[in-house]
Structure formats: structure tokens, C-alpha cells
């Protein structure tokens, strides 16, 4: 059976793949943009360089009024410092000089050499010959603009990837909703069904009970075994939806209870056991039906994929001060790595019948109902399973 949502990861590549593309785009007509940009604002301080070579040699004051007004004055967002040869500073312009300092002639000096570094990083300052064999330095930096386009597409991605990211939450929290929505409603309706046969079959067992004839009887006791299974199954169901009360349980005994059922109802060619590193009287915090029915899922499961035949050991072992680990480990066929992340899926299954949902119950129930953690810990194809389950004291 082909498992529900079994496309989802190749819609997430194709997304992220588009969304790259998109990226890639987006940066790239960026940059030619702050490319053609920075020409222009090179160009524009080369003008105002040679508009003040030009100054030294004009043939006449209007000239220079000229230069002064519509090219030395036509630079308005490009920060320029012009300095002697040895850096002293001679002018500056375009340069944000805070207000608590601009009376103060020191300060103001340092500030436009931290401003000159900054300039050097960025850009080879330009020579502009001077009277008598002088030479002057004009240091510029990318304007506010251009350093603001420069980023811009990096932080448009960052506010797109925040908000992809808010609907992806939002898109998975809906579909958990509903899928609880439906868990629930299965559940309940299935509890429900369950009341009307149960009801009949306890009136047959009071009924061979008080008979005669089924007198010493060891079906009459089989019976009543499996209508209290039936009671249990349905309190399962029943408690999908709701809060269900965790106790402090002996989970040895509360383990071996559910082998001990399950061991008369399995082939008879499979061995189970359950083994224990820790004191028999170690507690752990669980419901037990539906913890049983965690157990039963993942032993039925062990004996399909053993066809049969084999042994499942249930070891259980201790995680630190507040954690308890129950390895289930079979000697069926493995699960191959490609689908070890499929296994909990509703739908998945590799049997001609069923749904898949036996695995997708039993994880819902410890990783939700439990706080815990089920997971699969290790698989060889060939050679075996072991499925984890993890549990708080």
C-alpha cells in the first residue's frame, strides 16, 4: 500500500528548489544594479576630482564659480574627505557628523579618520596633483543608498524564509489538527460500534456461566479473558482525544503482563521474553491500555515481519535519573534505511491487508499521550528490528 503523504518530501524539494531559484534571482539583479550604481558613483567623485584639478589651473574666476556650483557642489549623497599627501584633512563632505561633537574640532577630526580607514577598505582614494609638485587624496565610500541596496536582497530572503517558515508551521499545525480530528472521531466511533457486540457477548457468558452444561468448562473462562480484552480495547479507544491519567507503574510487571496475553494469541513457533538491567520494583509513569496496546502493535508487527518464526526480547534498561528505555528487538526481516523514516506513517505497510496504523497508533500514544519518545533504534535487513520506546519515571 502506497503511504499517505509517501510525496511530501519531493514537494519539499521541488519548493525548495524554487524558492533557491527565486533567491538566486533576486541576488543577482540586485547586484547588477549595485554594480551599475557604483560606476555611476565612481564616476561622480572621478568629476568631482577632476573638477578640482581643474580649479588649480582656471583661467578665470568664473570658472570656478562654475566648478564650485554645479560640479564640486553636485555630489550630495557620495561621503568624500579630501587630504593633503599626508592625510591631513582638508575638506570633507556627505559626511554625518553627530551634533554633540560638531563644535568640537578634535573629535571631528578623529571621527573622519575612523571614516578614512573605512574608505581605504572600500575604495583606492583618488590623486589630484597639486601646486607645486603636491599631490592631494580624495577618499570616498559607497553612499547610504548603495550600501542599503547592497543588503537589501539578503534581507528581503531573511523576511521571506521568516514568513515561509510561519506558514510552514501554521500549514503543519492545521494538519495536525485535522489529523487529530480524525484520530479522534475513528476512535470514538469505534469504541462506540464496539459497545453493542460486547454487550452480547457478556449476556452469553453470564448465560453459559449459569448453565449446566458448561459446567468446568475452560472455554467459559476463555470467554471472559477475551471480553475483558474487548473492555480494554474499547477503554483504548475511548481515551484517544482525551487526557489519559499516567500512574506509577511497576513496568516490569505492567510488560510482562502484556507478553503473557499476547504469548497465547501468536504463533506458537515465536519465543518472547522480557529482560531487565534494572530492580524489579522500578516504576515508570504510563496508561496501561493504551501502553499494552503500544506493546501489542509493535510485537504483532515483529511476528508478521517474522512470518511466524523467531524470537522478540523486550529489554528494559535505564536512561539516567528520569528515563526509562524498553527495547523491543526481532529477528525478522529489517527495515530497509530508505523507509525507516516511513514506518510511523498513517498508511504505511508492507502486509496485503491492514491499514498501517498500528505503528502510526503506537507512536501517536507514546510521543503524545506519554511524553515520551518511540523510535526506531536499529535495523539490518535480514537480520532483525529493534523499535525503542522511552518513557519518564
Known amino acids: 500500500m502506497i503511504p499517505i503523504y509517501s510525496q511530501k518530501n519531493r514537494i519539499k524539494f521541488i519548493v525548495v528548489i524554487i524558492a533557491l531559484i527565486i533567491g538566486a534571482a533576486t541576488i543577482t539583479y540586485t547586484n547588477i544594479l549595485v554594480s551599475k550604481l557604483s560606476e555611476r558613483e565612481q ?29 564640486l557642489s553636485a555630489n550630495t549623497t557620495v561621503p568624500v574627505i579630501l587630504t593633503d599627501e ?14 554633540h561633537i560638531a563644535d568640537d574640532p578634535e573629535k571631528v577630526n578623529e571621527l573622519l579618520q575612523r571614516q578614512i580607514e573605512k574608505m581605504k577598505a572600500q575604495h583606492e582614494p583618488i590623486v589630484v596633483p597639486w601646486a607645486e609638485g603636491s599631490v592631494n587624496y580624495v577618499f570616498y565610500k559607497d553612499s547610504d543608498l548603495l550600501s542599503q541596496l547592497r543588503y537589501y536582497p539578503y534581507v528581503q530572503l531573511m523576511v521571506i524564509a521568516c514568513f515561509a517558515l510561519m506558514a510552514y508551521f501554521a500549514f503543519s499545525y492545521s494538519r495536525k489538527a485535522e489529523q487529530n ?22 449476556a ?8 449446566p452444561k ?25 481515551n484517544i482525544g482525551s487526557v489519559p491519567l499516567l500512574r506509577d507503574e511497576n513496568i516490569l510487571q505492567v510488560t510482562q503482563n502484556a507478553i503473557n496475553y499476547l504469548q497465547n494469541r501468536i504463533s506458537s513457533k515465536v519465543d518472547m521474553q522480557v529482560v531487565t538491567t534494572f530492580s524489579p520494583e522500578i516504576t515508570a509513569k504510563v496508561n ?25 526480547t523486550l529489554q528494559l534498561l535505564l536512561l539516567g535519573k528520569s528515563n526509562i528505555a524498553i527495547d523491543i528487538t526481532d529477528t525478522g526481516k529489517g527495515i530497509p534505511k530508505s523507509k525507516m523514516d516511513s514506518v510511523f506513517l498513517p498508511g504505511y505497510t508492507t502486509k496485503k491487508r491492514g491499514w498501517g496504523l498500528g505503528l502510526a497508533l503506537a507512536k501517536r500514544i507514546i510521543d503524545n499521550y506519554h511524553q515520551g519518545r518511540l523510535y526506531v533504534r536499529s535495523s539490518e535487513v535480514g537480520k532483525g528490528t529493534t523499535f525503542r520506546i522511552v518513557l519518564n519515571r
Not at 591631513?88 to 554625518?96: A, E, G, T, V, Y
Not at 452469553?204 to 448453565?211: D, G, N, T, V
Open 43 to 71: 564616476e561622480l567623485v572621478q568629476l568631482y576630482a577632476k573638477g578640482l584639478r581643474y580649479m588649480i589651473s582656471a583661467p578665470s574666476d568664473d570658472n570656478i564659480v562654475f566648478i564650485e556650483e554645479e560640479i
Open 86 to 99: 599626508n592625510e591631513n584633512i582638508l575638506d570633507s563632505k556627505n559626511i554625518d557628523i553627530p551634533q
Open 181 to 202: 480530528r480524525v484520530w479522534v472521531g475513528l476512535a470514538k466511533e469505534t469504541a462506540h460500534q464496539l459497545g453493542t457486540p460486547l454487550s452480547s457477548l457478556m
Open 204 to 211: 452469553w457468558y453470564e448465560y453459559m456461566k449459569a448453565s
Open 214 to 238: 458448561f459446567e468446568n468448562e475452560p472455554i467459559v473462562a476463555e470467554l471472559w479473558k477475551d471480553i475483558r480484552r474487548l473492555e480494554v480495547i474499547t477503554e483504548r479507544f475511548s
Open 288 to 312: 496501561v491500555p493504551l501502553f499494552d496496546w503500544v506493546i501489542e502493535n509493535i510485537c504483532k508487527n515483529a511476528v508478521d515481519a517474522m512470518e511466524g518464526r523467531g524470537s522478540i
